[in-house]
């Protein structure tokens, strides 16, 4: 048994016997045993003022986070959140992420420009005091170079391939379900319903909260029904993006890692 150097940690193991236990031996005590959860995450994109006017109550009411990925350089604009707005979501438990400076479509711009859209984007988010840690792809266009450039400045990213994120999860190109004006309460719930019973990570994703006549509108009452019907699902772990995949490592990934 290793004994740590310091004399007064000396003098107490002696005194009282420990065990000493690796990280990943308590890993896999307390895992044993346990089930793996399902697990949603509830995402907002691009940064509309909707999202603070008229989400937040509603998550603040059932006692749910999210993530917002940002538009960055839409912020402080007329119907886009102000930095105030942004600050006050992290302090309500809310991550808020990077969806590029501009939001273009990443496929078709030069490298220069793709490098910018995803680096001053980070280092803007970072510089106003958040993590700057996760990524969502603007029009769901990506492209290897698009990801590269992802994996290289985000910790985690979403992409937009429609369907359940299954374990051992991915850290890049996360699947999703996006909700627009179109989309009916039951496709959501089934949704939900079969996150529940494949123990999946289902990451959903809303734009505008409450805008009547836009193509990515959600309304309140859609909103608030999804939340409703989450909280009473019973046993499902809803969490920002980064937390999720950082708090759900299995045995086998501790196992994995150096």
Same mark, same amino acid.
């Given at each position: ?5 310091? @004399? ?36 907002? !994109? ?27 350089? &839409?912020?402080?604009?007329?119907? %886009? ?17 990077? %969806? ?16 910018? /859209?995803? %680096?001053? @984007?980070?280092?803007?988010?970072? $510089?106003?005091?958040?993590?700057? !840690? ?5 029009? $769901? ?15 985690? @990213?979403?992409? %937009?391939?429609? $369907?359940? &994120? ?9 699947? @999703?379900?996006?909700?627009?004006? !179109? ?9 939900? !319903? ?15 909260? $409450? /805008? ?17 019907? +989450?909280?009473?699902?019973?046993? +499902? ?9 950082? &708090? ?11």
């Amino acid at each position: 048994m290793y004994t740590p150097k310091s @004399s007064s940690l000396v003098h107490l193991s002696l005194r009282h016997p420990v065990i000493m236990v690796t990280v990943l031996s308590l890993a896999l005590f307390l895992s044993f045993g346990k089930e793996p959860q399902p697990i949603i995450t509830i995402s907002f !994109d691009n940064g509309y003022e909707s999202i603070y006017t008229k989400a937040l109550p509603i998550l603040e009411r059932y006692e749910l986070p999210a993530t917002l990925f940002v538009t960055t350089g &839409n912020v402080e604009k007329e119907g %886009y959140l102000k930095l105030e707005q942004l600050k006050a979501l992290q302090e309500a438990g809310w991550e808020i992420g990077s %969806y590029t400076v501009s939001s273009p479509s990443l496929v078709n711009i030069s490298e220069a420009n793709l490098h910018a /859209e995803l %680096y001053l @984007s980070r280092q803007a988010l970072q $510089g106003w005091g958040f993590p700057g !840690d996760s990524f969502a792809l603007p029009f $769901g266009q990506a492209n290897i170079r698009v990801w590269e450039y992802a994996k290289a400045l985000y910790k985690v @990213s979403r992409g %937009y391939e429609p $369907g359940l &994120n299954k374990r051992p999860f991915p850290q890049h190109n996360l699947k @999703s379900i996006v909700s627009m004006a !179109d989309t009916k309460i039951e496709e959501v719930k089934d949704w939900i !319903d079969r996150c529940v019973e494949e123990k999946a990570w289902l990451v959903l994703v809303f734009h505008r909260i $409450g /805008e009547d006549g836009q193509h990515d509108n959600s309304s309140e009452e859609f909103l608030e029904e999804v939340c409703k019907y +989450i909280k009473g699902k019973g046993k +499902i772990t809803v969490s920002s993006l980064s937390y999720a995949k950082q &708090n759900d490592a299995t045995v086998e990934e501790l196992v994995q890692k150096p």
